[in-house]
């Protein structure tokens, strides 16, 4: 398997510009989370979701994000309009239904300038 | 509500020496999972082991060790022999709930230094 894959890897962006973030799980995996990683906040989970729907977005930070997950192979994270405080390295983790193993994608650095 | 707690920000270790790093939880919820992840400089995210809060042995993946103390709520990660590789950044993280679609969150991670 070639593990959970994340595009793009790098994206720069303008203020007010909208984004889109996009992952797909491991194959077999039934749970998927959006995490956000900055130096002043760590880790910090936005979104989850299982079998496709959305758990729990009390991590979303404002109306401006947005997640989806249409089918058991994708999800999309946007921003819309993107912020300069938005630029982060964005990460998507899917997980087995025992949910004794969580594997992380390579992670999409965002700046917005 | 879920709490993660890593309380060293850095370590060091003598190469080929073991170190512990250490992590304490707080949950309500008698079912929940712990992780431990490693962060290189890359800036991947390596998931290394996992333990259940209802495992009754310590979790092993090779030189890596969980340190599961329930009644204390530490789930502290003992590393044998370090390596000049393992020098990363190693989160803590909690699930609250059996199986796999739980919330999952992190510790503020420790930066572990690996002297030769």
């Known amino acids: 398997d070639a593990g959970v894959i994340q595009s793009p890897r790098h994206e720069v962006t303008e203020m007010g510009q909208e984004v889109t973030l996009r992952c797909k799980p491991i194959?077999?995996?039934?749970?998927l989370f959006w995490y956000r990683q900055t130096m002043m906040r760590g880790l910090e989970l936005l979104i989850y979701?299982?079998?496709?729907?959305?758990?729990?977005d009390s991590g979303m930070p404002e109306d401006r994000f947005s997640a989806k997950m249409p089918n058991a192979s994708f999800s999309t994270l946007k921003i819309q309009p993107s912020e300069p405080r938005d630029s982060a390295v964005y990460f998507c983790a899917s997980s087995t239904p025992q949910g004794t193993e969580a594997f992380f994608g390579q992670g999409t650095r965002l700046t917005v300038v | 509500a879920q709490k993660i707690t890593q309380t060293q920000p850095g370590m060091f270790v003598q190469e080929k020496e073991a170190v512990t790093l250490d992590c304490t939880y707080d949950t309500s919820d008698p079912s929940y999972g712990l992780f431990w992840y490693k962060q290189p400089s890359s800036g991947e995210m390596i998931f290394l082991i996992y333990q259940g809060s209802y495992d009754q042995q310590n979790a092993t993946e090779g030189r890596y060790s969980l340190n599961f103390q329930k009644a204390r709520k530490s789930a502290n990660l003992v590393i044998s022999a370090s390596q000049l590789g393992d020098s990363a950044m190693y989160f803590c993280a909690m699930r609250e709930g059996q199986g796999g679609g739980f919330k999952t969150i992190f510790g503020a991670g420790t930066r572990l230094f690996v002297k030769a």
């Open positions: 979701f299982n079998n496709n729907v959305p758990i729990d």
């Open positions: 194959s077999g995996h039934n749970s």
